[in-house]
């Protein structure tokens, strides 16, 4: 039996930057609190269905390599935050964009801590999942505690710093993915905490260094500090190159860029090219950033 509030056949293409045409069999959108307490009764729908279930927030790291998504896929909705300027603690829904944050702590709070993320596409929930980072600056640095859903035993529970298990690009949502849903985040403001100082202004980096377009940012996790993805890119002469509509922009060689024709197909094909030759050339494996979802 089908539960009556899931939406069938929908097109789903503008939920991620790439624009590759897609559909999915099954969605659902989270727009307040109580709608949370479906997501038991989706998830049971999924194992008696045999069907696989997929949070999304907005697509701003998400490739759809598919035409029809035979699964279910659920947005998440939840807006709103605030920002205590006497302790200095950010509380926010996991939807919210973590750059409008950012931009809004500076210009209504004077609180700069942030600045780093303005102009980061992604969301709150998307910051956390990855353990975001814009030039040293990462999620986990201010990070305290979140409210999450516990999909499996109907439980919400308060995870602090330590439970998030933050690495490199990874999180404890991220390694049991779809098992938690995350309702809200807090981050403590009062000290700047990064991995390494930079004085990069990323507001000049991001509007004249970074291409615009049908994109995802960084395609790939750099390897290392030694060897940045776009780099390897150059030196095996991908800048530029294409795969009919799909390419590495001229302006960063780490952002896959469609034109607005090209098909998840010429995605994955220029995909699998930088991967093999820099493999073949320097032996390092290129690692995606963004989230390749098949069925």
């Not at 997929?54 to 029809?68: E, H, K, R, S, V």
């Not at 309702?183 to 000290?191: G, V």
Request: charged letters at 25%.
């Amino acid at each position: 039996m089908i539960l009556d509030y899931l939406k069938q056949d929908i097109e789903i293409t503008n939920l991620s930057n790439f624009k590759t045409k897609a559909f999915t069999k099954y969605y659902f959108e989270i727009n307040e609190l109580d709608d949370i307490l479906k997501l038991n009764e989706i998830n049971d729908f999924c194992k008696i269905n045999n069907l696989s279930l997929l949070y999304i927030w907005w697509g701003t790291n998400m490739l759809f390599a598919f035409d029809l998504y035979n699964w279910v896929i659920v947005k998440n909705n939840l807006k709103w935050w605030n920002y205590d300027e006497k302790s200095m603690i950010l509380t926010s829904y996991s939807s919210e964009s973590i750059s409008d944050i950012a931009k809004d702590l500076e210009s209504v709070y004077n609180q700069k801590l942030w600045h780093r993320f303005i102009w980061l596409p992604g969301s709150v929930w998307w910051a956390v999942y990855w353990n975001a980072w814009c030039f040293w600056l990462e999620t986990e640095n201010n990070f305290l505690e979140a409210e999450i859903y516990d999909i499996e035993t109907w439980q919400t529970l308060n995870l602090i710093k330590e439970d998030f298990k933050f690495n490199y690009r990874s999180s404890l949502i991220k390694e049991h993915n779809n098992k938690y849903f995350i309702i809200s985040a807090k981050f403590d403001l009062s000290k700047l905490v990064e991995k390494y100082h930079s004085d990069v202004d990323n507001i000049d980096f991001r509007e004249n260094k970074q291409p615009k377009g049908n994109t995802c940012g960084s395609f790939f996790k750099n390897p290392n500090k030694e060897n940045s993805a776009w780099a390897l890119i150059e030196q095996v002469w991908l800048k530029w190159y294409k795969i009919w509509w799909a390419y590495f922009s001229q302006l960063h060689a780490n952002f896959l860029m469609n034109d607005g024709t090209a098909t998840y197909d010429d995605l994955l094909k220029i995909i699998k090219l930088a991967q093999n030759k820099v493999k073949n050339e320097f032996k390092i494996d290129l690692i995606p950033e963004v989230r390749i979802l098949t069925n």
